[in-house]
């Protein structure tokens, strides 16, 4: 049975700007649904119930492999994908930890709440639209497809949310407008605005998140450490997608990530650092 000392270890974040945390929910509401959640002081995959976690956008370059290390790692995963057969083809179908279910971000948090479900105790969104004629995709998908996850969180009392986002989504306010990269993301259909309108609500609505801000995503094996750093901070730089899905399964099973805001890259020069340190280091918002 939970604790209030595991309650305080895995707490809700603290809303920003001022505002009332679950506002759509009560908070004795949310927090009794959480605490029937939680075995352990944070998730692990020591506990002898193995903890599900729900990856949105999981036939994605990223998402698969934050599956696939999530299931290394023994966690059970239920994968949300739009497309069965493409997931068939990415996921691997014979893991009996692994449950596939079909999931469009955009079509609304109730729709979202019920494929989440109530045995999942965390989500992870590496979601990103998909260039098209539809000018507004980033919109739908990398804001109010990210906004519904969170809201679906909210309805089920799922708390621990983790989002990869992007470096540079608050661009303006650190004078990079003109970085090549800020204008190019933003010509199709304002990606990084849309990303940070995201950020925003997730901030705002009070549950425990890890927003993750990789620079230019690679696909190629991690070469080089992990640099984690403050939100607004880096403006250039990439990163493996092996060391993204590996920070966001960290994030999921260090406590000290919890309301944070992390930016990432990978450097050769830079020390390598146990990832509890790196996230130790940030402060929280
Ligand atoms: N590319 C970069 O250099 C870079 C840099 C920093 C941050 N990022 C961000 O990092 C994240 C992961 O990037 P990535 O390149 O690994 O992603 P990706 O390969 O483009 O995958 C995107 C995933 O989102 C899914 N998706 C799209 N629309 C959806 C919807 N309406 N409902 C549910 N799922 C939907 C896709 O499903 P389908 O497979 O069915 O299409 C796919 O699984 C994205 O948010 C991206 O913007 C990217």
Same mark, same amino acid.
């Given at each position: 049975m939970a604790t209030m000392s595991m309650l305080r270890s895995y707490p809700?974040?603290?809303?920003?700007? %001022?505002? $009332?945390?679950?506002?759509?929910?009560? %908070?004795?509401r949310s927090l009794?649904?959480?605490?029937? $959640? @939680?075995?352990?002081?944070?998730?692990?995959?020591?506990?002898?119930?193995k903890k $599900?976690? /729900?990856?949105?956008?999981?036939?994605g370059s990223t998402g698969k492999r934050i599956v696939e290390q999530l299931l290394a790692r023994g966690f059970e995963v239920k994968?949300?994908? !739009?497309?069965l057969d493409k997931a068939g083809t990415i996921l691997s179908k014979d893991n009996p930890s692994l449950q596939i279910v079909k999931t469009d971000v955009t079509e609304g948090a109730e729709k979202l709440a019920e494929t989440i479900g109530d045995d999942s105790q965390a989500v992870i969104c590496a979601t990103g639209f998909r260039p098209g004629w539809d000018l507004f995709a980033p919109w739908k998908v990398d804001n109010f497809g990210t906004v519904n996850l969170v809201e679906a969180c909210r309805k089920l009392g799922v708390n621990r949310f983790i989002l990869i986002s992007s470096i540079l989504v608050n661009g303006a306010a650190m004078g990079q407008i003109l970085n090549p990269a800020y204008i190019f993301l933003?010509? /199709?259909?304002?990606?990084?605005?849309?990303?940070?309108?995201?950020? !925003?609500h997730i901030r705002k609505s009070g549950i425990n998140y890890t927003?993750? !801000?990789?620079?230019?995503? !690679?696909?190629?094996?991690?070469?080089?450490?992990?640099? @984690?750093?403050?939100?607004d901070t880096l403006y250039q730089g990439s990163i493996s997608r092996d060391q993204v899905a590996e920070v966001a399964v960290e994030a999921l099973i260090l406590p000290e990530s919890s309301c944070k805001v992390v930016e990432i890259v990978s450097r050769d020069e830079a020390p390598k650092q146990p990832y509890k340190n790196l996230f130790a280091s940030i402060k929280q918002t």
């Open positions: 809700l974040c603290h809303p920003y700007p %001022l505002s $009332k945390p679950y506002s759509r929910i009560p %908070l004795s009794s649904v959480v605490s029937s $959640k @939680m075995e352990g002081s944070e998730i692990t995959e020591q506990n002898q119930v $599900k976690i /729900f990856v949105a956008g999981a036939t994968a949300g994908v !739009r497309d933003n010509v /199709f259909g304002l990606t990084l605005v849309a990303k940070l309108q995201a950020e !925003r927003i993750i !801000r990789p620079g230019g995503l !690679r696909n190629e094996p991690p070469s080089g450490s992990v640099v @984690m750093e403050p939100e």
